[in-house]
């Protein structure tokens, strides 16, 4: 189903000639708004020429695109599902591997740092021993006390626990968690991130005009002449 794009030399030409003839115009006393208001008239008649023209290649060309759309969906609308399920697949798996990653990394790593810690204490306690034992043969027996009451403390050095990820690469596929957002108290989101009803606001508008009474709205006129052809 198809149609050619036929144009009216004659209607494009006396458009083309009206747009250049209003268009020079420049409104500026009472016989210039005569001639604006008669060339606005015209343009009106020729606008509505025009669309009476196409109007008939345009239907005929909507019902050929929609014919076509609707071919192309019952192909591509399964596809696109198909697609979106397995990436939610891959995606919840990969981020659910990734969890379970993070927290093994996280309790070795506690894991290494207790036996650090325990490790670090018992060489404080086996140096102290030793000074106790050095401090006794001198005869200071109080020092040798002391020192065994309050081992000097050692360094602790825990290693970074790192378990590579496990998750295979495959041609074609790459893992992406695209972050997004639940709203949960929408009193609580700043006003910046607030975008004005702007539909609402102009309907109220167009109803009150110079009566509207909005915090922070200012309504106005904007001048402007009708023409029927």
Sequence with gaps: MSTAVVTDPQLQNEALTTVERATALVVTNLEARAQAAELGVNVAGLLKKAVEWFAPMKRLADEAHKEICRKEKEITEPLEKAKKYLSKQIGEFDLETERQRKAEEARLQEEARLKAVAEAAQRAQD???????????????????????????Q???????????????????????????RITDVNAIPREYMIPDEKAIRAVVKAMKNKTNIPGVEPYPEGAARFRA
């Design 127 to 153: 140096t102290a021993i030793a000074d106790a034992i050095e401090l006794e043969a001198q005869g200071d027996v109080k020092g040798a006390a002391a020192v065994l009451a309050n081992p000097v403390p």
């Design 155 to 181: 360094e602790v050095y825990v290693p970074p626990v790192v378990i590579p990820r496990s998750v295979p690469k495959a041609a074609g596929v790459s893992s992406n968690a695209t972050w997004t957002f």
